[in-house]
């Protein structure tokens, strides 16, 4: 039951990619489910298109997309001038981190953002140092660095487009995105 | 395998996204403030047969000369005859409206089409031919003509090489779309080289012209490419693990020093221009290493880096070496380009909450403000070094703007719609 949740993770994960699934997958998804009598729709042999009933519903919820799940927070932020995750944030970081430790073929982004003030490069860098200190957080907790891209857009994509402490504030941040999110 | 099938349709997206343009619809409207120390007073005859052409040509000259600053339109009206001929030049009625120089011309229509267009540029006071030109140019080349007559004006009084026939390049916001653009340096002749629904920043120009490296957006991080604005065609120098951003051109146009993200940290590394190859690290530091420019001659490397603390500008050898901190005034000194000449560079200085256009010359240190306004970014030479162009923020929208290198002159580019950044002056290319 376990296996079938955590191939079901994957599939939740790579729901919405457009990509080929690996092997993996289809082992894990396949060879774990229970067919009913009534359904015996999981003929390796069979043509192309079949339909495969899913088990109990609690498992079907994506626990990434699931609202009461705290890997649902995707936005850690941070101070002026700072790249310093605050305590605050530590358990958000800290579930990914089990998460992608737990699913292996996981990937995610983490995109770090700055404010608008200055240089659009310099900015840039800002970004991704803050981007970097929470994949470093992430590795020490048990995520493998292959499982985490850092990269930065700067002040390009802000999130609050005012000229404020608060618009400021709200851009000072790294957020989370999941490969096929 | 995930990884390689996702680029693979986020590249697809990105083609369906991005479609160069050939349309000239934008135009830069430009307005002048300040003037010279000592403006040169010279008048310009209407050339003959000019009024029957779609584009007039005087009317170009006098706008690109009187932008500079450094000269003052002396009427040519009321006289009788216009001279188009050198014998036909009334020296001494010039003199009385004040001209050091009058400037006049003919045009005639060849059989293939184009047009013969020769000036004469004359010394009133000398009453002598300071210049003169002829030129075989298409209805479509008209107003490249007219810069280039400008550029020769422009030399012969100053000393200085003109640079009204080159080009600018530059970023305009219009909503969520993003449109990189090339311009002439007075703001006509618009077009889109690129539009995308992503983030364009940091458009650099190849040294002969012909191409631009920036970085992009399309692929959900940054990305460098280098398009060539003859065919479009564009491609990508650096995509590696982490952000890829910063293109600055060697002189000789073979490499590009980019900031790259690979080995963790943002440093600056060497990549081929044409993509091929690894990139060659350049720094070695655990701070921000970015924003890198080739001197001129190509033996230094400017860049910003916050390794002291705060974002200051630093140079190394552009082989690698040790680094040289150059900039001590002030917590906030990014985004520094050298001048034509190599002998200052120009940057952004932080003074309180205001962001201005600096200059500092290397072999004195002498820092000197240009702007006092509030939000100045990108500042880059015109390839004769007397002008800067750079962004900054009137009422909350973008536009671009130039200072002299003296700080006397400033010009305003406004744009009909749409929020302006990112601007790079182009190079002198076909000097004539």
């Not at chain 2, 003052?72 to 050091?100: I, L, N, S, T």
């Not at chain 2, 030399?155 to 080159?166: C, S």
Request: aromatic content about 8%; glycine content about 8%.
């Amino acid at each position: 039951m376990k296996k079938l949740f955590a191939g079901l993770l994957i599939m939740g994960v790579l729901a919405g990619c457009g990509s080929t699934p690996t092997k993996e997958q289809e082992g894990a998804a396949v060879e774990d489910r229970k067919p009913s009598v009534e359904a015996p729709a999981a003929k390796p042999a069979d043509s192309g298109v079949s339909s495969q009933p899913l088990g109990t519903s609690t498992v079907a919820v994506n626990p990434l997309k699931d609202p009461g799940n705290i890997l649902s927070k995707r936005s850690i932020y941070f101070d002026f001038d700072s790249n310093l995750v605050k305590d605050e944030y530590k358990p958000i970081v800290t579930a990914h981190a089990r998460y992608l430790a737990q699913n292996r073929s996981a990937q995610m982004r983490i995109e770090g953002n700055a404010d608008e003030r200055g240089s659009r490069e310099y900015n840039l860098a800002l970004g991704q140092r803050r981007a970097d200190a929470v994949k470093q957080m992430m590795q020490l907790l048990g995520a493998q660095a292959s499982q985490i891209e850092s990269v930065s857009f700067g002040e390009e994509k802000p999130r609050a487009t005012g000229h404020d402490e608060a618009s400021w504030a709200e851009n000072r941040r790294a957020d989370i995105r999941y490969q096929g999110e | 395998m995930q990884m390689k099938t996702k680029s693979c349709l986020a590249a697809l997206i990105a083609v369906m996204l991005l479609f160069a343009l050939p349309s000239a619809h934008a135009a830069l409207t430009i307005e002048i403030v300040g003037a010279g120390a000592n403006q040169i007073p010279i008048a310009i005859a209407p050339f003959r047969a000019e009024d029957g052409l779609a584009q007039k040509l005087t009317p170009v000259i006098a706008a690109d000369l009187a932008r500079s600053g450094l000269f003052k339109m002396v009427d040519a009206g009321g006289m009788v005859p216009v001279p188009h001929e050198p014998e036909q030049v009334d020296f001494p009625q010039w003199r009385a409206r004040g001209a050091e120089a009058v400037v006049i011309g003919n045009i005639t229509p060849l059989s293939d089409g184009r047009y013969d267009i020769r000036f004469r540029l004359m010394d009133v006071v000398k009453q002598t031919q300071l210049a003169g030109f002829v030129y075989f140019a298409s209805a479509a080349q008209l107003r490249l003509t007219a810069h280039k007559i400008a550029d020769v004006i422009y030399e012969k009084m100053t000393g200085d090489a003109g640079v009204f026939a080159t080009r600018i390049t530059y970023v305009v916001k219009k909503g969520a779309r993003y449109e990189l653009q090339v311009a002439d340096a007075d703001g006509f002749g618009a077009q889109t080289v690129l539009a995308s629904n992503e983030p364009i920043i940091s458009p650099a120009w190849a040294p002969d012209g012909t191409r631009l490296a920036y970085v992009s957006f399309e692929r959900k991080k940054p990305v460098v490419y280098v398009q060539s604005l003859t065919t479009g065609s564009r491609q990508v120098v650096a995509n590696f693990w982490g952000s890829n951003s910063a293109p600055a051109w060697s002189p000789d146009g073979t490499r590009l020093a980019v900031t790259l993200t690979k080995d963790g940290g943002s440093q600056l590394y060497l990549v081929n221009a044409d993509g091929s190859g690894t990139p060659t690290r350049l720094t070695h530091s655990s701070a921000i290493d970015t924003e890198a420019n080739f001197s001129p001659d190509g033996q230094w490397i400017l860049f910003t880096s916050d390794r002291g603390g705060s974002p200051q500008i630093y140079r190394i050898p552009a082989a690698g070496g040790q680094a040289q901190r150059l900039t001590f005034e002030g917590g906030y000194n990014v985004s520094p380009r050298h001048s034509p000449d190599g002998k200052s560079f120009t940057f952004i200085q932080r003074n309180g909450s205001r962001f201005n256009v600096a200059v500092q010359d290397f072999a004195s240190r002498q820092v000197q403000v240009l702007t006092d306004g509030g939000i100045d970014e990108s500042p880059s030479f015109a390839p004769n070094g007397k002008m800067i162009l750079y962004a900054t923020v009137v009422r909350e929208r973008g536009i671009l703007a130039a200072v002299s290198s003296d700080g006397r002159v400033k010009q305003r580019f406004t744009e009909d719609a749409g929020d302006v950044r990112e601007p790079s002056w182009g190079p002198l290319v076909n000097k004539q």
